[in-house]
């Protein structure tokens, strides 16, 4: 008798729209994964706003501490803005982030039918180093990469190593290999010369390694407009975090809304599963949230998980929940966000009907 496949899934629901969109996008996950012979067991962690007055912290020790024994996660949005002042810094996500070193961040941004697209060709994936780069956070081992000298001068510092860039180019290069063969390498070398300069020459030079894979070079700012004219020319785009976060944004309003933009975090032997978007605390509570990006990116996990274990059965069951948002789509039915009427309800029932 074949032993059935049980994947271990923890939940942190987040804040705002968070507990309404990350409940259905576990639903579909495990209508998706027992179709295919795959149990999905559920570890509800606490996190957010809604644990900072039982447990003293947004990410509480007993979260991370149960995270590390957890290798796939579901992470609602966080409204660390709106937290009490002595918890807004560091956001829930950096925390994360740190603690368990998810260096990539993958962002896809697919067109699809019933969903009017500003690129209707675009079918591009979007790999987001991570871990350092041109954002503040990232870059020291103590405080901050901004400084303020005096109150009228403000620095702020880059980083850009070997190691990282390395590391995130492999991702890209064999992320190309499962789609559609090319990479695109964006920087700022002519400006940035040596921190930029470097991410552009350590991705080429990983790129001796896959013959296969057609590789070219963009400035970011090209890149941006070639984005919009001739977005269908691109498949994998690999650049700093900074640049990723803003390429990732703009591409996925080509493709019609951020609403539909997934995205995966992970390290070598974790991934979480986190949307895009944020909490959305003006439409918190009424029912209307558009679930398509977060139940996208939980899809996008349970591919992650298919390649590290070779499983077809987990490829099979991301690919049918994309086929069912697809499908539910393309009939017509949508969230207020695009266009529609259905309900946060409404949506996931059909596609749980479909799947």
């Known amino acids: 008798m074949t032993e059935t496949q049980t994947v ?11 507990p309404e969109v990350v409940p259905v996008a576990v639903d579909v996950a495990r209508r998706a994964l027992e179709a295919h012979g795959v149990e999905l067991a559920t570890v509800e962690l606490p996190f957010g706003a809604a644990a900072i007055e039982p447990h003293g912290a947004p990410v509480p020790e007993s979260t991370l501490d149960a995270l590390s024994g957890i290798e796939l996660w579901l992470v609602g949005p966080h409204d660390s803005a709106a937290y009490p002042p002595a918890f807004r810094h560091p956001a829930p996500g950096a925390v994360m982030r740190k603690q368990f070193d998810l260096f990539a961040n993958l962002r896809p941004a697919r067109a699809v039918a ?25 870059n020291m081992a103590v405080g ?10 403000a620095l702020s510092v880059g980083l850009i190593t070997r190691a990282a860039t390395e590391r995130i180019a492999v991702e890209a290069f064999e992320a190309a290999r499962r789609r559609r063969g ?21 991705c080429l030079q990983v790129s001796e ?13 090209a890149m941006a407009a070639l984005l919009v004219r001739r977005p269908a020319d691109f498949d994998v785009v690999v650049t700093e975090n900074l640049f990723g976060d803003i390429l990732s944004d703009l591409a996925a309003e080509l493709s019609g809304s951020l609403g539909l933009a997934a995205s995966l975090n992970s390290s070598t032997d974790r991934a979480m599963a986190q949307a895009v978007h944020g909490a959305a605390p003006d439409i918190a509570g009424q029912g209307i949230a558009n679930p398509i990006a977060t139940i996208l990116s939980v899809a996008m996990l349970l591919r992650w998980e298919g390649e590290r274990r070779d499983s077809d059965a987990l490829r099979a069951a991301a690919d049918s929940i994309d086929g069912a948002v697809a499908h539910v789509l393309a ?3 949508a969230t207020a966000d695009l266009g529609g009427t259905a309900s946060t309800g409404e949506f996931s029932s059909a596609v749980l009907a479909v799947l």
Do not use: C, W
Request: proline content about 6%.
């Open 331 to 333: 009939d017509g039915l």
């Open 8 to 18: 271990r899934l923890a939940v942190l629901e987040g804040d705002g729209i968070g």
């Open 114 to 138: 019933g969903v009017p697209a500003t690129a209707p060709d675009i079918d591009v994936l979007i790999v987001r180093e991570n871990s350092e780069g041109l954002y503040a956070d990232r």
């Open 182 to 202: 090319h990479v695109t390498v964006v920087h700022k070398a002519n400006v940035l010369r040596l921190t930029t300069g470097l991410f552009r020459d350590v």
């Open 209 to 221: 390694r896959y013959p296969d894979v057609t590789v070219d070079t963009e400035h970011v700012d």
């Open 144 to 153: 901050s990469g901004e400084f303020m000298p005096t109150p009228d001068v």
